[in-house]
């Protein structure tokens, strides 16, 4: 694709061609025995600036940090059996995505120097990307999306996004003031994370129900979302709800704008919303719940009966959510005018929610087609169509 250029440091070590050895054929593979992939992932995430495509490479670096391969071939199915590991057993498309980016780079870095030196440039490299490369590309998107954020403007954001949080500072910084509805974005209501870190820098910003998007759509000057991954047709893989938001500004002609870094593009091309690329659940988990999922997009099958929340909230007259129940029978006793009746009073006091179990057997993704999507912004450069950016990703991972 002309004009874009990959910002990734992530480039192939230096040969020594004239010092080559021929690969030696190994034997056993001195494997890092003791090491626990996963949990060298699960510590990295715990940083909440480190997103998951880099944690899954700070997890495959120690990896190779704490292997015993004296070749290049061992150390390769060392690697393999880390990256399928990651892969298999965590359900974020990201760590898929920064297992790919690992693999290609070190299928290319494959160079003729001293195995214990080739070593060192494998962890240097991948360290380096993570702590500096890394953040610089969301340093690089905040730059170009700054300039769509004129003054006075209002956005609509879901969710929870490093990226978009950002973004949104750097205009503030730049005196623009700016106002922002984001969505609660159940189950996991990561829009009140949001909510807590602008209202914290003094900007405006309101909450609003996820069902309320089509509502609050006509007040907004354009949707700012991130992601978790792009795929190869261009579209966007996000927090659950991001779909259904692109098809209302569609409707009601508002620019929808994502912001992804590099390292999030994914090889695949999903067919639909379940074809993703997701573990099934848990094989500890219980059984019959298993059987009430797919593996791929944790779409239930059918969903359990609504049961009544065993504490509900108190009442007030500040409390909107506290209406009656309209499931809940009417009393058929005669009431005296102005007294609240035993049965309203129960009918009041009940509210009904949804069980953690209901919430599990939800999509926590779901994806956003690219027809719906103005311009993705990347660390690339300009910002990209979906085509542009599906036509970068199909030729990065076929040279």
Same mark, same amino acid.
């Given at each position: 694709?002309?004009?874009?250029?990959?910002?990734?440091?992530?480039?192939?070590?230096?040969?020594?061609?004239?010092?080559?050895?021929?690969?030696?054929?190994?034997?056993?593979?001195?494997?890092?025995?003791?090491?626990?992939?996963?949990?060298?992932?699960?510590?990295?995430?715990?940083?909440?600036?480190?997103?998951?495509?880099?944690?899954?490479?700070?997890?495959?670096?120690?990896?190779?940090?704490?292997?015993?391969?004296?070749?290049?071939?061992?150390?390769?199915?060392?690697?393999?059996?880390?990256?399928?590991?990651?892969?298999?057993?965590?359900?974020?498309?990201?760590?898929?995505?920064?297992?790919?980016?690992?693999?290609?780079?070190?299928?290319?870095?494959?160079?003729?120097?001293?195995?214990?030196?080739?070593?060192?440039?494998?962890?240097?490299?991948?360290?380096?990307?993570?702590?500096?490369?890394?953040?610089?590309?969301?340093?690089?998107?905040?730059?170009?999306?700054?300039?769509?954020?004129?003054?006075?403007?209002?956005?609509?954001?879901?969710?929870?996004?490093?990226?978009?949080?950002?973004?949104?500072?750097?205009?503030?910084?730049?005196?623009?003031?700016?106002?922002?509805?984001?969505?609660?974005?159940?189950?996991?209501?990561?829009?009140?994370?949001?909510?807590?870190?602008?209202?914290?820098?003094?900007?405006?910003?309101?909450?609003?129900?996820?069902?309320?998007?089509?509502?609050?759509?006509?007040?907004?000057?354009?949707?700012?979302?991130?992601?978790?991954?792009?795929?190869?047709?261009?579209?966007?893989?996000?927090?659950?709800?991001?779909?259904?938001?692109?098809?209302?500004?569609?409707?009601?002609?508002?620019?929808?704008?994502?912001?992804?870094?590099?390292?999030?593009?994914?090889?695949?091309?999903?067919?639909?919303?379940?074809?993703?690329?997701?573990?099934?659940?848990?094989?500890?988990?219980? $059984?019959?719940?298993?059987?009430?999922?797919?593996?791929?997009? %944790? *779409?239930?099958?059918?969903? !359990?009966? /609504? #049961?009544?929340?065993?504490?509900?909230?108190?009442?007030?007259?500040?409390?909107?959510?506290?209406?009656?129940?309209?499931?809940?029978?009417?009393?058929?006793?005669?009431?005296?005018?102005?007294?609240?009746?035993?049965?309203?009073?129960?009918?009041?006091?009940?509210?009904? $929610?949804?069980?953690?179990?209901?919430?599990?057997?939800?999509? %926590? *993704?779901?994806?956003?087609? !690219?027809? /719906? #999507?103005?311009?993705?912004?990347?660390?690339?450069?300009?910002?990209?169509?979906?085509?542009?950016?599906?036509?970068?990703?199909?030729?990065?991972?076929?040279?």
């Amino acid at each position: 694709m002309a004009g874009v250029t990959s910002p990734l440091s992530l480039s192939p070590a230096p040969s020594n061609r004239g010092n080559s050895r021929p690969p030696a054929q190994t034997q056993a593979s001195g494997s890092a025995k003791g090491f626990d992939v996963c949990n060298a992932y699960k510590k990295a995430i715990e940083d909440d600036k480190v997103p998951h495509p880099i944690a899954a490479i700070l997890a495959l670096v120690e990896l190779i940090e704490a292997s015993t391969a004296s070749t290049v071939t061992g150390l390769a199915q060392e690697l393999t059996i880390g990256r399928k590991t990651l892969i298999n057993t965590q359900p974020s498309l990201g760590v898929r995505a920064g297992c790919q980016l690992w693999e290609r780079f070190f299928a290319l870095s494959m160079g003729g120097e001293d195995f214990p030196s080739y070593k060192r440039s494998l962890i240097s490299q991948g360290r380096s990307f993570c702590a500096i490369t890394a953040p610089q590309c969301r340093e690089k998107i905040a730059d170009l999306a700054v300039g769509f954020l004129r003054d006075d403007c209002v956005i609509l954001t879901h969710s929870y996004s490093r990226t978009v949080i950002q973004t949104i500072l750097r205009a503030h910084k730049q005196h623009k003031r700016i106002k922002v509805y984001v969505t609660e974005a159940r189950p996991g209501c990561l829009g009140m994370r949001t909510h807590q870190i602008l209202t914290a820098n003094g900007i405006p910003c309101t909450v609003v129900l996820d069902s309320a998007v089509a509502y609050v759509m006509e007040r907004v000057d354009m949707v700012l979302v991130g992601s978790e991954a792009v795929v190869e047709s261009g579209g966007l893989v996000s927090s659950v709800g991001t779909y259904q938001v692109a098809l209302v500004a569609k409707a009601m002609q508002k620019p929808f704008y994502a912001l992804a870094e590099s390292y999030k593009f994914l090889r695949h091309y999903p067919l639909s919303q379940t074809d993703l690329p997701i573990p099934p659940p848990d094989s500890s988990a219980d $059984e019959q719940q298993q059987q009430h999922r797919h593996v791929y997009g %944790n *779409v239930p099958l059918e969903f !359990p009966t /609504l #049961i009544p929340n065993s504490h509900p909230p108190a009442i007030s007259a500040h409390n909107p959510l506290s209406r009656p129940s309209s499931s809940t029978p009417q009393s058929r006793s005669p009431v005296v005018p102005g007294t609240p009746s035993p049965a309203t009073k129960d009918r009041d006091r009940e509210r009904v $929610e949804m069980t953690k179990e209901m919430e599990d057997i939800n999509p %926590n *993704v779901d994806v956003t087609t !690219p027809d /719906l #999507i103005d311009f993705i912004i990347t660390d690339l450069g300009a910002p990209l169509s979906p085509t542009s950016v599906s036509q970068y990703l199909v030729a990065q991972f076929s040279s």
